[in-house]
């Protein structure tokens, strides 16, 4: 890879556009004549449905249509989700309950759709709803875990006791691996027991789910326009549940305002409205309400942890036992399994060395909206229930919480290093991040900072979390260079959502081929022209995208440099590359690299070579394993409980960086998302009625600016072996060291005798109830 390839600071070719307003988001780019969709969606968390009258909508003013289950039976819809196929234990299969596109003799959670009503615009469509008449007949929901475990209700009858997979990590035929970690635990001095919740939230994304629908009956072709995080997946899940042939669907994405994993999922919304621009003969166009965005979008999180760590006398980690429990919602969707198996077996032990772990899950249906990926998606619960034991083993030991973690953490000797789950880090000097992290936070200087907060009538902590996650997800990427009207064209599947893909891309293929950034344009969100990537999930862009670019123009410039030579007449005189050039040197016979482009084309044409410089390349990788060190102070009001982060420090290890200001912003967002999930953000429900009770923002806290600090980022990088370009991901750092990072803070500052069982979020209610407790 070339050296230009890492970028320091540069600016964001997206920004422009986007900050004058020029954005393309799926609401503004609706077609001509659309009508409108709005959705009957039910009030209960459990219930069958008796009847559903629609009468009365039918014959309201601007109605077009109005549908249920029934009028879709011709489509012989498939289920709008299900799980991959992914072993347990003995070998099962997950259980996943067939979930439709409309509801017709079972709802599963609120909000679940049950009609769609079609008109001439939506003020006559949200009304239309509304005289949708349906009768249900209630049944007991399973709201929590506590609920789902019990089996007192049993949701769905194929998954007895609510359980829908059950998994344990390593596989362990012979029964050595647990043989061994009793051992560790037989013969440790002391073992340290955690309970640690991480609590459901919601992704609240910018811009709402929103699609337009259309269907051309000469080509038999369905069109659908929506906000994705890869049109590729979008479009393999609608044609599974459609049970169509691929082509026959084209997916259109363009500017997509936050996704963080839960638009990658498709939704029971995006079929049926193919469905009614088919039957209408009309493009058919539903944005989300926020309202409906709490009761539909992918919930996330919403997982127990019980956790031992054994430990020497001296605090050396001997053993680690991590046994979860996760609420999935209602149904399954496709990567909810791996989010408490291989996520977060992927990070165990993080960045420390313990000889033997053990990882088990078991994933339970309940009467809420489905779980899918949410920034992390299982690396964050990962790290944070490893950072919540080291400190209750640091307090129980009497240890600093920075010195237990200095004396496990892996030496970069070790590396490449094999963890007791299977992964292997390639890469990494957590040494060498830890103390950096400690010293930009002036973790000695800590105890005078203290002091001063004591003397304002402030309680002054500080905490510090380690992480480490495993980046990647699908370890395989196309990429495909055209030349196109003087331009050199990427395509590439991820789409995205304000990571600035974009730029880093750009900026790549400029940088490989010698060529101006300008020279360069960027595609991305049309199924049926650009290449069909995995999606923009799992931090993955840019070791894959960037090694599938890497690869691709490197074969653009072995088959330019030959056609080169040709159109050189060079004989046996070397040609040389530079800035975009070929030439013969002392000669003064040189050639452009878009030159040469058109002279393949043509060459092509005449049959005097079988490929022109068009390239399409697919990269392999291994996983990366970004990693790194937060370090955290708060203060909290003794008298009102009230919590103000007051320093930060970020350090990571994200291999190379492609452009240094888009990885900043990755963590600092990140960041921000954990503050948001430490202090505020919970997706509650009633635990009798299975109503959601954080249904907008008036009940749901979302971190503002005055809640987070100004962030100290810091860079740690060892370039990753396992792909092209030695990226690590860096979209879920930020995130993945803060929940934890944040709570041990706020934990030393409440330096309580006992054991604390603090539970996300740490509200000011439950802040001070822990103080009094204390």
Known sequence: MSDRSIRKWAGRYEDGPLLRGEGQYTDDVRAEKAVIAAFVRSPHAHAKIKSIDTAAAKAAEGVLAVYTAKDFEEFGFGTVSGSIPFPGKNGAMPVSPFRPVLAHDIVGHAGEPVAMVVAKSEAAALDAADMVVVDYDTLPAVVTLEQAMSGNTQIWPQAKGNVAHEWATPPDP???????????????????????????????????????ATFDPKSDQYTLWTGTQGVAGIRAQVAMTMKIDMPKLRVLTKDVGGGFGMKASTYPEYPALLAAAKKLGKPVHWTS???????????????????????????KFLGLRVKGEMNAGAYLTGVAVLIPTLHISGCMPTVYDIPQVMVESAIYFSNTVPVGAYRGAGRPEANYLMERVIDAAARELNIDQAELRRRNLIKPEKMPYQSATGPKYDSGDFPSAFEKALEAADYKGFAARKKDSKARGKLRGIGVGCYLEISGGHYEEPARITFENGKCVISMGPAPQGQGHITVFKQLVADQLGISDDDVDVTFGDSARDVPGFGAVASRSAMLVGSAVVQTADKVLVKAKGVAKTVLQAG?????????VFEIAKTGRRVTLFEVAEHAREMKKQGAIEENLDTNEIAHTGPSFPNGCHVAEVELDPDTGEVDIVRYTALSDCGVMLNQTIVEGQIEGGVVQGIGQAIGEFTRYDTTSGQLLAGSFMDYMMPRADSVPSLTVLHNPTRCTTNLVGAKGVGEAGTTGATATIVNAIENAISAAKPLPLVMPLTPQVVWKALQDA
């Open 174 to 212: 012979d029964g050595a691996k647990q043989k061994a970690l009793d051992e560790a635990f037989k013969s440790a001095a002391h073992v340290v027991k955690v309970d640690v919740v991480n609590q459901r939230i919601c992704a609240v994304s910018m811009e709402p789910r929103a699609a337009t």
């Open 289 to 315: 309400t926020r309202a409906e965005s709490f009761l539909t979008d992918n919930h996330a999180r919403d997982s127990i942890w019980h956790v031992e760590l054994a430990l020497s006398p001296r605090g």
């Open 572 to 580: 046996d005189a070397e040609v040389t590359y530079k800035s975009g």
